[in-house]
């Protein structure tokens, strides 16, 4: 089998810099994608944590004047995966969140930056770099969308592109005024190029040029080619459909393993659950809930936003209380949630219970502890926690949409009887129905015979990256064969 090479473009990767899904897909897909005959070098910016992890560093591109400072493309290692980094100290050197200044807002650069990182990715693509001459170029999201953009204009021979449409809400937006500086041509700026409500839009620029489009999931790949769904875009993605496919993410089940995992206290797989207890147990004394075996604990690990369905959930903690459950919350966001879940843990002290921020070793916990997971969005992608969750034997409530839909089976009375069901799904999206799903949830957990054929049937779900990587391996093998200008 022919190898084929890609050039993978993330904004973050995991191990090193994650602030969501994002990262994890970047981070866990090369190595699935090794097993397929895909040689794939991710181009990721020089953040001072990326630029610490580097290993066997090399220098392979200088640039002294390089989108208002100079540069270096760097070769090296980092947990196991082949980087290109870009180091240009002027835009990437900063702390913390790679998006936003520590007062929480968008860096006022954000346009040049990551124009930066897709420019590069475009000089690679085109052979700045002898020994790595890639096949495809894979951009992934707003932050890198602007590769296929530029090759589009550079009017030379290429490589294909795939653009992966990760969160269609977030287009990346930026003055007309920019076009020059981050170095688009004046004709780009049109309905058939980035133009967008008057604005440059990163995304667009993706969207349009792009071979092949992807998002994350079957379903998200039919919600935004639609009016409601499509965030502005609908339009252009009902154009190009027949480029446009949804390949399900999956998770590192090496790191998501709750047979080995290190960060749990006791360990467990499907043919023996006993360690979940320890974990349910440990669970309730970290966040000060009484230690009840037999209260149905009921997880949430989730950005705190109304696009998530958190303001949603906070209104029925009347029907989670109601029906016997404990919460346990893991997240941060939007200030009014913040300060409703701490106040509905100063309320019920006991019973609900969380912590506002992001603690990787809890979040393994409450899928090693909680008896179910939460995750009642408005729109979702994919969702990562809901699989996590499958593997882990925490029953998945979800609403009905995105991969949501996509990946949990809903526990009605056939999938119930047949063995199939892995968890409970509710539509519309309101606190009428995510309460009904919640009673549906406490009434099946009150029949341990029931509820372990659900945590069963989860386990035994293929959440890996194997299947997703031979999709994406017969995607790559069908551009890699051809040449575009």
């Not at 939007?334 to 002290?349: E, K, S, V």
């Not at 999938?415 to 519309?428: D, N, Q, Y």
């Amino acid at each position: 089998m022919t190898s084929v090479r890609v050039l993978s473009v993330a904004s973050e990767i995991y191990p090193t810099i994650k602030t969501g899904g994002l990262a994890d897909v970047a981070g866990a897909l090369p190595g699935a994608l090794a097993a397929e005959g895909i040689e794939v070098r991710t181009l990721v910016p020089g953040y001072p944590d990326v630029l610490r992890a580097l290993e066997a560093a090399e220098e392979v591109v200088r640039s002294e004047l390089f989108f208002g400072g100079s540069a270096r493309l760097l070769a090296g290692r980092s947990s196991g995966l082949d980087l290109f980094v870009l180091d240009a100290p002027h835009l990437f050197a900063r702390t913390g969140n790679p998006y936003l200044t520590p007062d929480g807002v968008d860096w006022p650069d954000n346009g040049l930056r990551f124009a930066a990182l897709s420019h590069m990715a475009a000089e690679i693509a085109l052979g700045a770099i002898a020994s790595f001459a890639p096949d495809v170029v894979h951009a992934h999201d707003w932050q890198a969308a602007l590769a296929p953009a530029y090759l589009h204009y550079r009017g030379r021979p290429r490589p294909g592109t795939v653009m992966t449409v990760h969160n269609l809400a977030f287009p990346g937006l930026f003055p007309h005024d920019l076009l020059s500086a981050i170095d688009l041509p004046p004709e780009s700026f049109v309905i058939q190029g980035v133009e967008y409500y008057g604005r440059i839009s990163f995304l667009k620029g993706g969207l349009q040029f792009a071979d092949r489009l992807t998002t994350v999931s079957p379903t998200y790949a039919r919600e935004i080619q639609t009016d409601e769904g499509g965030m502005g875009f609908g339009g252009l993605l009902r154009e190009r459909a027949d480029r446009l496919s949804g390949i399900l993410n999956g998770i590192d089940v090496a790191v998501w393993d709750p047979a080995t995992d290190p960060r749990i206290p006791g360990n467990f797989s499907a043919g023996d659950l006993a360690g979940r207890a320890a974990n349910k147990a440990a669970l309730q004394r970290r966040l000060g809930l009484e230690v009840v075996p037999d209260a149905l604990l009921l997880g949430v690990i989730s950005r705190l936003s109304s696009q998530k369905g958190l303001d949603l959930l906070l209104e029925t903690i009347p029907t989670v209380l109601g029906q016997g459950m404990q919460l346990a919350v893991l997240g941060s966001g939007d200030r009014d949630l913040q300060d409703g879940y701490r106040a509905a843990m100063q309320a019920h002290p006991g019973l609900v219970g969380g912590w506002i921020g992001y603690d990787e070793d809890l979040a393994h916990l409450i899928q090693a502890g909680a008896d179910a997971l939460a995750v009642p969005s408005r729109f979702e992608p994919c969702g990562l926690t809901q699989l996590c969750a499958l593997r882990y034997g925490a029953v998945p409530i979800v609403s009905r949409v995105g991969g949501l839909e996509d990946t949990v089976v809903d526990a009605d009375d056939a999938a119930l009887v047949g063995g199939s069901a892995t968890g409970f799904k509710f539509a519309p999206v309101t606190t009428e129905a995510l309460a009904g799903a919640l009673r549906r949830a406490a009434a099946a957990f009150r029949s341990k015979f029931d509820w372990r054929r659900i945590q069963l049937a989860g386990m035994a779900t293929d959440v890996s990256w194997r299947r997703p990587a031979a999709h994406y391996a017969a995607l790559y093998r069908e551009l890699a064969g051809m040449r575009y200008t």
